[in-house]
């Protein structure tokens, strides 16, 4: 039966909620139960800091006495993420505010037919097995005079026992049960219903729509669509349309082929500014200069006006990520000045 499940792209790693699987290149990483729910939560909310008490409320019943047990946790996800040098790169700590996730994320819905669950429950029936302490097939008939119900699995340990030869052939069967589920899974965990394998290495940051009824906010919006060029740019190896040629694109409905056709670009970042008082809501996505597909669409950035470097960053970031750019040092250093 096809199962949709989401699972987020963070550079090299897969994070797949459902199955509480932490994997890199495909290689799993062992991740215990809480501290993954903790990624998972900072993933999810990446669009802001998560305070320490918010955490020990969802996860820890809110109470002082698991602080010690908080940190740790985020330093056992630190560790699976191979983010412990100075600079972070996945989870970014400010003391006194909290935790934030502030790598790139690329959301995928992917459809598959095995679970990694159901596999496992597929080699737990030998461990069962061997653990029954029922040796005598008869005995079973007794059981439901005692008001008991014999399970299955105590029926097949004793016919198991009984019978060596069968024993021998259900091992077989078994052995090409998990085999074959292994095959299933892994070839339908590779396809994806959304994947964009090819990388894209230009892209086209259109003119952001100002929603403020204030013309004054106008001048915002198209400063931070020249910060969002400036700051794409750093990239090593990404082509980035100047200023001067995209604003030409200002004001109007664009077909995403058109923009393809006279600038030979790869990808599109749109989106939409409001600016009301002291803070700022933005939304972007990035799309297929192609085909018009959506590589990716972030959530609100609802912050105050004195974030907005921060959320131009996490934006190129995700860019870079939705393009399936994977960033070195140096450019990691470039966007973070």
């Not at 010690?68 to 040098?85: E, F, M, N, P, T």
């Not at 990404?238 to 001067?244: E, P, Q, R």
């Given at each position: 039966?096809?199962?949709?499940?989401?699972?987020?792209?963070?550079?090299?790693?897969?994070?797949?909620?459902d199955?509480q699987?932490l994997?890199?290149?495909?290689?799993?990483i062992?991740?215990?139960?809480?501290?993954?729910?903790?990624?998972?939560?900072?993933?999810?909310?990446?669009?802001?800091?998560?305070?320490?008490?918010?955490?020990?409320?969802?996860?820890?019943?809110?109470?002082?006495?698991?602080d010690?047990?908080?940190?740790?946790?985020?330093?056992?996800?630190?560790k699976?993420?191979?983010?412990?040098?100075?600079?972070?790169?996945?989870?970014?700590?400010?003391w006194?505010?909290?935790?934030?996730?502030?790598?790139?994320?690329?959301?995928?819905?992917?459809r598959?037919?095995?679970?990694?669950t159901?596999?496992?429950?597929?080699?737990?029936?030998?461990?069962?097995?061997?653990?029954?302490?029922?040796?005598?097939?008869?005995?079973?008939?007794?059981?439901?005079?005692?008001?008991?119900?014999?399970?299955?699995?105590?029926?097949?340990?004793?016919?198991?026992?009984?019978h060596?030869?069968?024993?021998?052939?259900?091992?077989?069967f078994?052995?090409?049960?998990?085999?074959?589920a292994?095959?299933?899974?892994?070839?339908?965990?590779?396809?994806?219903?959304?994947?964009?394998?090819?990388q894209?290495?230009?892209?086209?940051?259109?003119?952001?729509?100002?929603?403020?009824?204030?013309?004054?906010?106008?001048?915002?919006?198209?400063g931070?669509?020249?910060?969002?060029?400036?700051?794409?740019?750093?990239?090593?190896?990404?082509?980035?349309?100047?200023?001067?040629?995209?604003?030409?694109?200002?004001?109007?409905?664009?077909?995403p082929?058109?923009?393809?056709?006279?600038?030979?670009?790869?990808a599109?970042?749109?989106?939409?500014?409001?600016?009301?008082?002291?803070?700022?809501?933005?939304?972007?996505?990035?799309?297929?200069?192609?085909?018009?597909?959506?590589?990716?669409?972030?959530?609100?950035?609802?912050?105050?006006?004195?974030?907005?470097?921060?959320?131009?960053?996490?934006?190129?970031?995700?860019t870079a990520a939705?393009?399936?750019?994977?960033?070195?040092?140096?450019?990691?250093?470039r966007?973070?000045?």
């Amino acid at each position: 039966m096809n199962q949709l499940r989401k699972r987020y792209l963070l550079e090299d790693y897969s994070l797949v909620p459902d199955e509480q699987l932490l994997s890199r290149s495909g290689e799993p990483i062992h991740l215990p139960k809480k501290p993954f729910q903790v990624l998972t939560y900072l993933v999810e909310h990446r669009d802001r800091f998560v305070s320490r008490a918010e955490l020990l409320d969802q996860f820890w019943d809110g109470k002082d006495v698991y602080d010690d047990a908080l940190r740790k946790c985020v330093g056992a996800i630190r560790k699976a993420l191979d983010d412990q040098s100075d600079e972070a790169r996945f989870i970014e700590t400010r003391w006194g505010v909290g935790y934030r996730y502030i790598g790139p994320v690329t959301e995928q819905i992917v459809r598959e037919e095995t679970s990694i669950t159901e596999i496992e429950r597929t080699r737990g029936v030998k461990i069962i097995v061997e653990e029954e302490e029922i040796h005598d097939e008869t005995a079973l008939d007794k059981l439901p005079a005692a008001g008991l119900a014999p399970s299955p699995t105590l029926r097949l340990r004793a016919i198991l026992k009984r019978h060596p030869a069968v024993a021998v052939l259900a091992l077989l069967f078994l052995a090409g049960s998990i085999g074959a589920a292994v095959i299933i899974t892994s070839r339908q965990q590779r396809v994806p219903v959304e994947t964009h394998p090819t990388q894209i290495r230009s892209v086209a940051v259109l003119p952001l729509k100002n929603l403020s009824n204030d013309p004054e906010s106008e001048y915002f919006s198209d400063g931070l669509t020249e910060n969002l060029i400036n700051t794409l740019s750093r990239i090593e190896g990404l082509k980035v349309i100047s200023h001067g040629s995209v604003f030409a694109f200002k004001g109007k409905e664009i077909d995403p082929r058109e923009v393809r056709e006279k600038m030979g670009v790869g990808a599109l970042l749109e989106g939409s500014v409001l600016k009301t008082g002291d803070r700022v809501r933005v939304n972007v996505r990035l799309v297929n200069a192609e085909d018009g597909r959506v590589l990716w669409a972030s959530n609100t950035y609802d912050r105050p006006v004195g974030d907005i470097f921060t959320i131009q960053d996490e934006i190129a970031r995700n860019t870079a990520a939705g393009l399936r750019l994977q960033l070195n040092g140096e450019d990691q250093k470039r966007l973070a000045k």
